[in-house]
């Protein structure tokens, strides 16, 4: 039984004969802090049956790296286990379901788009405020692919190109191109690096949270705590604000100088502080953003973050429970955002964290990512049995994991007049004794001789 279980795993991942790639163009963008890899890609089915799956694999040195993969044309996604390739190859499979099969005799073509980060490595690793920021970055101008593929080029987008270890490339200005090739193997790689200059803060988010307090009075507490970290090149030597102008573009630019989030719409009290104090360098309008009705802040950090530098910022706000609570009897359905505010950066881990009303029962939670649950019970004030609390753990969370958080739950009406009556008992109980204690004739007798 055992050994018909692995052959089964083991041959998971079929790739039928004749079913081939016949061109595949791919984009490399370098010239942001993540690499963003557009791949077109055409599927030649010259077999006998439709084709509705087609498979990804990623290779185990770039799978930690991987936050985030799609292709345009397919309905559902899914890693799958396939020892083979696992053990052989060393990589990882991903198995796409197409939204229109690949009949036999015919092609289609897909756009696949792939999102990095912590791909490049600063060279040199230390550099003045003034200087350019120089990286490395290493990848493979062959398509890792379980197909054998008929033709492909690669082409490098970059700010500058320093050099490159393949000298068969084509360079045009700051675009390189790899290519074309002919009839590839599967799994075939041939590993090249690129020196390049690129001054986009090298930041990350080493982790990140969310804490939600939902209130049946009115209002939905969100704060936010950030740690961020440039894994640029370190800056040499001391800094200095004669040397540094955070308004001069031209100086620091492999800094961080700000950062950017999105709030809904109808947020309000927001509040933006690190480990000092309140910071002011900030601004907040609403606005559009990707045509929908958003409000966007504009994040100044109290000092630039340059390479090496770490930091820590909260950023807060409030929601109307009205627009994010339904309410149908006892029957409550919250949804809420699943990711952080901050669309443009990924982060390593990212903890969510949400207390229902005290008093809330048959909590359900509906949400289309894999995460960790844990639930736990937390007290705050005139709390006697604790708030029902839902803590959802995710590894490498970016804005593609903003998905809507669906949270059901049951609470009874007199539920919530719990604290509001503890409170009156607690002023009732303390007016009774005063009036007791004013009323008690504490005079001492006088003993008679």
Known sequence: MLLFIFIALA????????????????????????????????FQNDGVIPIEKIYYTIHSALSDKLYHVNIEESNAKKVIEDMDVKYKQNATVYEFTLQKSIEPSANLEVELNEYYYKRFKPMPKEIGVEDEQLVQFMDSVYFFTPYFVQNQITYYETQKIISYT???????????????YQDIKAYSTQIHTIHLENNTPMTVFTKASKIVEVSHWGNILIEENYSIENQGAKLKGEFGRVNFNKYNPNIGKHSLKQLSASLPYDSWGVYYRD???NISTSNAAKGKLNGENQALIQLRPRFAIFGGWRSNFTLGYNLPTKKYLEQDGNNFRLTLNFSFSVKEMVSDSYNFQISLPE??????????LQVERNDTLLFSYFDTVGRPTIILDKTTTSQFDNKQIIITYKFSGISILREPLMIFGTFLFAFLLIIYL????LQTLKLKE
């Open 11 to 42: 041959s998971s991942l079929r790739i039928q004969k004749n079913f081939f790639i016949s061109n595949i163009e791919r984009t490399v963008q370098l010239t942001d802090r993540y690499v963003y890899i557009k791949s077109k890609i055409n």
């Open 166 to 180: 393949l000298k068969s490339a084509t360079q045009r200005n700051q675009l390189l191109e790899f290519g074309p």
């Open 275 to 277: 480990e000092i104090g």
């Open 359 to 368: 008093g809330a029962y048959d909590i359900k939670v509906d949400l289309p």
């Open 438 to 441: 004013r009323r008690l004739d």
